[in-house]
């Protein structure tokens, strides 16, 4: 079976650049190299050479000691004898998407799933975990549930009257000016009040997996105030495809 040639250490016999720490966020970068996919095509056999180019990929995974044996990386047979870190392609539709898992194999028949990446149209990404998406979703919604309690709260505040300049001839006998109960008017905001004050903070998210590191900004959100707090950053919608950066 043919294979892309490996990576070599260099001339000089030094081994590659330390890559990111395993499990590290890069939800907001994506990897493509053009020269590669001019010069092999992007299917089962071949997609695990491409993905071993990427920043994504950890070079002390048993597939890299597979690779190094001139075996195929993910080649089952061998592979599931095996335990520590490895990829396993878990979903094919030739020649767009590939979906590759990250996760530990502790005997043949236990694995742990960690992390899942995905090969579309020749670019790499990291999937977000989901625990990060509920949480960014349901952080949005509190956020204008919020806003919408504040601003119909400062709305009620300012109605006196209701003009009624612009009514049909017919309601002529209807007095120009209605009037509002402000004992009911008080008792509404106060209600709109003290619902929002009984909103509840952004739920915290599940523990991550076994050697994720969450990103700093994720943290840093954390430690606002929910008042202040912009809406959280959505990782599908804000971090898709079409806004990551390119390595």
Known sequence: ??????????????????PPLP????????????LWLNTYP????????????????DWTCNNEQLRARA???????????????????????????????????????????MLTYYVLDGSIYQAPQLCNV???????ALYHISKA??????????IGYVDSENDSPASETKPAKETIDFKELKR????????????????????FPEGYTPSSTSEAC?????????PPIDPIIDQGPSKRMKV
């Open 1 to 18: 079976m043919a294979t892309t040639p490996m990576v070599p250490p260099n001339a000089e016999g030094i081994a590659p650049a330390a």
């Open 23 to 34: 499990g590290t966020d890069m939800t907001s970068i994506c990897f493509r190299d053009q």
């Open 42 to 57: 992007l299917d089962r056999n071949l997609v695990f050479d491409y993905f071993a180019l990427s920043p994504f990929y």
């Open 71 to 113: 075996i195929h990386p993910l080649d089952f047979s061998h592979i599931s004898k095996m335990t520590g870190l490895e990829y396993t392609l878990s979903e094919v539709m030739e020649p767009n998407l590939f979906v590759i898992r990250k996760q530990k194999r502790d005997s043949p028949e236990k694995v742990t799933p």
């Open 134 to 140: 509920f949480a960014a979703r349901l952080g949005r």
């Open 149 to 158: 309690f504040g601003t119909a709260s400062s709305k009620l505040e300012k």
């Open 188 to 207: 509404v905001d106060h209600i709109l009040a003290s619902l929002q004050r009984k909103l509840p903070p952004v739920p915290p998210p599940p523990p």
């Open 222 to 230: 954390e430690n606002q105030q929910p008042q202040t707090q912009p």
